[in-house]
């Protein structure tokens, strides 16, 4: 993703949800982003200016690749994605927490790229990402 400010960030991992209790309903992405040297340095207008990109720069990519979400976009049947920047580690701690059962090796974990489960969503809003708390 291209940086802002000498901030260059990279995709670490990602999942999403259809929000269905909004009209036009929306997809919602959780997106783990890591970014090289600056690590948590980052101020709230740099963060709002990064979470603006990551929408603009997917829903883009989306259209451009997905004609059946661009036409439902350009008929108004979708709104635009929002996408949601979560702290560092948070998806790790998900496989650990949420789906590692005891019987299970964490390498036989298939990462979950659709919530369903609201508990599973409700995680990643908990673990939103926030300037001040770095």
Do not use: W
């Not at 997106?31 to 980052?42: A, H, M, N, R």
């Amino acid at each position: 993703m291209r940086g802002i400010r000498g901030i260059s960030v990279d995709l670490c991992d990602f999942t999403t949800y259809s929000k269905l209790d909004v009209f036009p309903p929306q997809y919602v992405i959780f997106l783990e982003l890591v970014g090289g040297e600056q690590g948590c340095k980052i101020d709230d207008q740099q963060l709002r200016v990064l979470q603006k990109m990551a929408d603009s720069e997917i829903d883009q990519q989306l259209c451009k690749a997905n004609e059946r979400y661009d036409g439902h976009r350009n008929g108004k049947k979708l709104s635009p994605l929002t996408c949601i920047l979560v702290r560092s580690g948070t998806f790790s701690t998900f496989l650990r927490k949420e789906l590692l059962t005891g019987h299970v090796d964490l390498t036989q974990i298939k990462p979950r790229r659709l919530l369903k489960n609201e508990h599973h969503i409700q995680f990643f809003y908990d673990n939103k990402f926030d300037a001040s708390s770095c």
